[in-house]
């Protein structure tokens, strides 16, 4: 497929209006000037009604195979359902030589995802990941602590996201099997793989637990999970979620032989889109003072200015990929890394 002319817009579909397609994917898409919105697929009526309430100029589907046949009207699709239909939906877009973005986590299976970044290679056409949280504020600032040297050689990387959720995995998430991409390894695991590896690079070994607390029979998820990895750089990250947290711990606490830095709280801006607020706003992504992180050793503690959150920039990104031949924003073989790791872990736990 040739390049998009930047002279145009992408002629876009988002596949499933729930959180994903209506926080993560829509408000992005609208608020560039390098998309057009052209389609929202989802059967559900109630999420078709706000679709169209919310962007009336989009044409709302109710399935995929009538979005499909209209795969000469688009250049991209972005996949925003449960992981267990990225596959199908992703080859399929894939096949009729359309850009695509898959939400994470990328595929339940790296066997999958070595087939589909194939698909995408013998089409010419551009396959990109959501990792959305490489855009983090807290993970953006931590990077340019540790690119500044202002740890020295970091020795370990503590990373959690850790809720308040005693009942349990919500809707799809607490039936999905483990071959389905279900439980929070898979969830937000993805997320915290995928950023320690950013930070540290490849691993050299894996280790993993998983537990489920609810529904005991109903399904193998897991809602508890624990990654430990030592990377070849030498650097142990250790990597925990989970939905038992009644009181949190820190979001990341990171230790260099500098000195140390330590984050409480989560990212602003997946609660500001919930809550309505668009991309374009004034003040978005940008962290209040009192969240900020500190850095310091004994008697010597300093706040670290967050740096502004930027979700947007996966847009931006990928726009330059498709129209110009840009790098990808999130190349798939890194999150095929994310999903072998996370196959390790279950392979770990099903033979103890």
Same mark, same amino acid.
């Given at each position: %497929?040739?390049?998009?002319? +930047?002279?145009?817009?992408?002629?876009?579909?988002?596949?499933?209006?729930?959180?994903?397609?209506? @926080?993560?994917?829509? /408000?992005?898409?609208?608020?560039?000037?390098?998309?057009?919105? +052209?389609?929202?697929?989802?059967?559900?009526?109630?999420?078709?009604?706000?679709?169209?309430?919310?962007?009336?100029?989009? $044409?709302?589907?109710?399935?995929?195979?009538?979005?499909?046949?209209?795969?000469?009207?688009?250049?991209?699709?972005?996949?925003?359902?449960? /992981?267990?239909?990225?596959?199908?939906?992703?080859?399929?877009?894939?096949?009729?030589?359309?850009?695509?973005?898959?939400?994470?986590?990328?595929?339940?299976?790296?066997? $999958?995802?070595?087939?589909?970044?194939?698909?995408?290679?013998?089409?010419?056409?551009?396959?990109?990941?959501?990792?959305?949280?490489?855009? &983090?504020? &807290?993970?953006?600032?931590?990077?340019?602590?540790?690119? +500044?040297?202002?740890?020295?050689?970091?020795?370990?990387?503590?990373?959690?996201?850790?809720?308040?959720?005693?009942?349990?995995?919500?809707?799809?998430?607490?039936?999905?099997?483990?071959?389905?991409?279900?439980?929070?390894?898979?969830?937000?695991?993805?997320?915290l793989i995928d950023q320690a590896l950013q930070l540290f690079g490849? !691993?050299?070994?894996?280790?993993?637990?998983?537990?489920?607390?609810?529904?005991?029979?109903?399904?193998?998820?897991?809602?508890?999970?624990?990654?430990?990895?030592?990377?070849?750089?030498?650097?142990?990250?250790?990597?925990? %979620?989970?939905?038992?947290?009644?009181?949190?711990?820190?979001?990341?606490? !990171?230790?260099?032989?500098?000195?140390?830095?330590?984050?409480?709280? %989560?990212?602003?801006?997946?609660?500001?889109?919930?809550?309505?607020?668009?991309?374009?706003?004034?003040?978005?992504?940008?962290?209040? $003072?009192?969240?900020?992180?500190?850095?310091? @050793?004994?008697?010597?503690?300093?706040?670290?200015?967050?740096?502004?959150?930027?979700?947007?920039?996966?847009?931006?990104?990928?726009?330059?990929?498709?129209?110009?031949?840009?790098?990808?924003? !999130?190349? /798939?073989?890194?999150?095929?890394?994310?999903?072998?790791?996370?196959?390790?872990?279950?392979?770990?736990?099903?033979?103890?």
């Amino acid at each position: %497929m040739a390049l998009v002319t +930047d002279a145009q817009l992408l002629r876009t579909a988002v596949i499933g209006f729930g959180l994903s397609g209506r @926080v993560f994917h829509t /408000p992005f898409l609208e608020a560039s000037g390098d998309y057009s919105l +052209d389609f929202i697929v989802t059967g559900n009526p109630e999420r078709a009604a706000l679709a169209r309430a919310t962007y009336p100029d989009a $044409e709302v589907l109710a399935g995929t195979p009538e979005l499909f046949d209209r795969a000469a009207d688009l250049d991209l699709v972005v996949i925003g359902t449960p /992981p267990a239909s990225h596959f199908a939906l992703a080859g399929t877009a894939l096949e009729l030589g359309l850009n695509v973005v898959v939400d994470k986590p990328f595929v339940p299976t790296s066997a $999958e995802g070595e087939a589909l970044i194939e698909k995408a290679r013998q089409a010419g056409v551009v396959l990109s990941v959501f990792q959305n949280r490489r855009w &983090d504020s &807290d993970f953006l600032t931590l990077k340019k602590l540790i690119d +500044d040297g202002g740890l020295g050689q970091v020795h370990l990387f503590e990373s959690r996201f850790e809720r308040w959720k005693p009942a349990g995995l919500r809707a799809w998430k607490a039936t999905a099997g483990l071959a389905e991409g279900g439980g929070i390894l898979s969830d937000l695991g993805s997320h915290l793989i995928d950023q320690a590896l950013q930070l540290f690079g490849p !691993v050299a070994t894996v280790y993993g637990e998983t537990t489920r607390h609810t529904g005991a029979g109903v399904s193998e998820a897991d809602e508890d999970a624990f990654v430990s990895l030592l990377h070849e750089s030498g650097v142990r990250s250790r990597l925990s %979620m989970n939905l038992i947290s009644g009181l949190p711990a820190p979001r990341f606490h !990171v230790l260099g032989a500098k000195a140390a830095f330590t984050k409480w709280g %989560m990212d602003g801006q997946e609660a500001a889109l919930d809550g309505g607020l668009l991309p374009s706003a004034a003040g978005y992504g940008e962290e209040p $003072e009192e969240t900020w992180g500190t850095i310091g @050793v004994p008697g010597d503690v300093r706040a670290v200015k967050a740096e502004r959150g930027a979700y947007p920039e996966f847009y931006r990104q990928l726009a330059a990929s498709i129209t110009a031949g840009a790098p990808v924003p !999130v190349d /798939p073989a890194e999150s095929l890394a994310v999903v072998r790791i996370i196959e390790e872990v279950h392979r770990q736990n099903q033979t103890r």
